[in-house]
């Protein structure tokens, strides 16, 4: 017999297991933040709260929120549900038309983005038995994707090495790694090498596995490594070994050719953006990658476990409406069980700033049904037809991440840093940018003014955003901000339990043509470290997009296994309400 709950079982993960007449609740655990609610003991009702165990104690400290529309359900002693509810926007509940000094069990249908979080005062797992009336039936769950196991998580990025070929600084790191903390003098260390992988852009981390996926991406001046356009590569980080993930091309997934082009011939600088692949991430339960196909202009979906022809999942990403039919993709990021997905308006043929349109799809992966959230026109001038030596600012929507508040920031690069092409004269300057979007009444809404949510950044005046001004005001090169008020070059991740972002950019201190990190805070806008990974010394790329996406390595959330042992009398492998626990059994792992 299987399940100790009357929820239906998940396909995915199964929660529970009987084993004869003793049946074991599975408890997994998660991570946490702070507010409370109160909570009054009245005839025939049983009360209580849902709420975001941010801070991963299993306690419900004060300050952290509840979970909103949560279902909550009681079972009598023979199993029959008598009371319904669902959770208000605090995470309270009340279930309500019960018999009091009467036993009911109560249980909770979690949504798929959030898991339960460790056992504690508050939290004792997704299903108990009460009886009424009680003010005390409280759960615990918490989000993944914010949970930190460490306060200070090492961080991956993406780093372009120039040559044609893989031979050529072979050594030299495409993946390297820092602390999250960063400071100008933190130390930085190499962990995967060109001749490995050759370029990639996008990165995504398996924490459970600790494995780290980087994806092929084409760039003027950087060879392909050897799974060519379509190839995604995997770094085991206990092993410090690098192997190939997949060629999506040998599952029948095409990602185009770069035409048996040079790397040093400015026609391949034509194919960015339109062969390859873009960004990728992970869903949460570190079960499926997530892939932006630059060529096919679409996602496809890959199981991390034994992906092959039969089991990997390719989806068109529709034209939101661009002039010409002329659209460009690339930012993806999964977050609360959807997947997001930034589409640009490139204006090719037209070539009027005008067409140039940012949109973000959000994507139902169940139904395949995509919803047009977010769509500005702030984006900035057409891509041409040839790049070559045009120096005219051409935007690409390249990330996307989420804060704690589920704030959107979305990471904008300049494509001319990646196709530009004189051998003789360096690229020097690019507009890239990072920008917020928030959720209103009425949807979504780009920051304005550098306001975000009613909280003012550090651009506000600045006359370089949306409204007149913008909330990461001090994106700018500290030696000649007039120079270059945006040095953004496209590659984010959101830190959301510290509340920062860490963005890519060009010139991060004081040295020109080099390349490193910026990390701002999402509550105002401050820019609170920098770093540079390259100089000219060390990178013939400066500022032309040298650095690509940027990963949180996190450790893995520890599986919690323990919850009850009780007897099953009627051994239908549920606890009913009448059904006690067992005191004084001994369990073994």
Known sequence: QTGASHKAQNPFKSFYEGLGRLAIALCFSAAAFPV?????????????????????????????????????????????????????????????????????????????????????LDQIGDTRTMRAPSCSANFGLFKPVETLMEENPKLAVANFVGGASLDINGTERTILELDESFNSISPINKLVTKSQTGAVWGLAWNRTQKLLYASAFVKQGAVLGPLGTGGIYVFNKQAAAVTNFINLSDVGIQTGSTQGLAVSDCKYGDLVGKV???????SDDDQFLFVSNLHNKSVVIIPTKNPNASNVIEIKIPDPGCNGGDYAVSALKYYNGLLYIGVTCTAETSQKESDCVFHVYELNLLTRVYNLILSTDFAKNYWPKQQRDLKNISQWLTDLDFTINGEMILGITDRKGHAYCVNVEPLTNQTGDILMAFKTDKGWQLESGGVVNGRLGTGAGHYEGPGGGEFFGEDYWIVGPGLHQETALGGLTSVAKKNEVIAAVFDPIFESFAGGLHRYSTINGKKLGAIQIYNPANSVFGKASGIGDIEVMNQAIPLEIGNLIWLDQNENGVQDAEEKGISGVQVSL
């Open 36 to 120: 409370f609610a109160q909570c009054l003991t009245e005839s025939g009702k049983i009360g209580g709260r849902v709420f975001n165990d941010r801070n991963y104690n299993g306690n419900m400290d004060s300050g952290e929120p509840g979970v909103a529309f949560v279902s909550i359900n009681a079972f009598n002693g023979e199993g029959l549900l008598v009371a319904s509810a669902l959770t208000d926007f605090n995470g309270g509940f009340s279930l309500s038309g019960l018999a009091d000094h009467a036993m009911y069990s109560i249980e909770i249908n979690k949504p798929s983005y959030y898991e339960y979080s460790k056992m504690g």
């Open 276 to 282: 390859g692949i873009g960004n990728i991430d992970i």
